[in-house]
């Protein structure tokens, strides 16, 4: 079986935030054959075309050096909180400097999808806002199951992730996302 590499990214930049928690407990429920590689979007400036190929020579160094990590992913994990029912301005972003040119390193690649709230939303409508994003990417989802986790403080313990059904969640995604992969590695 191939090895599978992804690239996780997460649109909270909170030193203390749920979703980087999360996604860093993705690096401990990972099935077999497969990697996570995390990518910060700390770094990124405003997107601005005019520092974009073609009209510049070259892309500012933060970002040629999170679009080098994406390069290297089969797939993405993309663990964000909802910012005022949507989809973080910084992570999108990140998104858009990552989705230009012939040599974009996102397009045509799978992605799973995860968020957590204090609250009882779950950040499903960020998670709704992403899906004409990935449309225009050409990215194919992992629909179910959904990761949308609600009421973070009973589920975390000192910024960890505790919650083991929550867990378990994280790991069927997982997988789903593997064999997403897998199928289209195999051109399905
Ligand atoms: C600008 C802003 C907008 C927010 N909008 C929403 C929202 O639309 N829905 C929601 O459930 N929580 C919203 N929240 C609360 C976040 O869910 C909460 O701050 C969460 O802990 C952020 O994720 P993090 O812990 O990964 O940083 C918002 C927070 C901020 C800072």
């Known amino acids: 079986m191939p090895h599978i590499h992804l690239v996780g990214i997460s649109g909270s930049l909170r030193k203390d935030s749920f979703n980087t928690a999360l996604l860093h407990a993705a690096l401990t429920l990972l099935p077999e054959e497969v990697s996570l590689e995390i990518a910060s979007i700390a770094d990124l400036p ?4 005019d520092q974009d ?3 510049a020579t070259e892309r500012p160094a933060a ?11 089969d797939g993405f994990v993309i663990v964000s909180p909802e910012y005022n029912y949507s989809i ?3 992570l999108k ?6 989705s230009r040119g012939e040599d974009t390193p996102m397009a045509n690649k799978a992605v799973a999808l995860m968020g957590a709230t204090p609250g009882l939303g779950g950040t499903l409508r960020m998670q709704v806002a992403f899906h004409p994003v990935f ?3 050409n990215m194919r989802s992992v629909y179910k199951p959904e990761v949308a986790i609600t009421q973070v403080s009973k589920k975390f313990t000192e910024g960890q992730l505790t919650d083991e059904p929550t867990k378990e969640l994280i790991k069927k995604q997982l997988v789903a996302l593997k064999a997403l992969v897998l199928k289209m590695k195999d051109g399905q």
Do not use: E, S
């Open 93 to 98: 972003n990140a998104i858009d400097w990552a």
């Open 63 to 73: 970002v040629t050096a999170f679009r080098n990590i994406l390069a290297k992913a």
């Open 135 to 137: 449309q225009f990417l």
């Open 88 to 90: 973080p301005g910084g």
């Open 46 to 49: 405003v997107y601005n075309a």
């Open 53 to 55: 190929l073609p009209t």
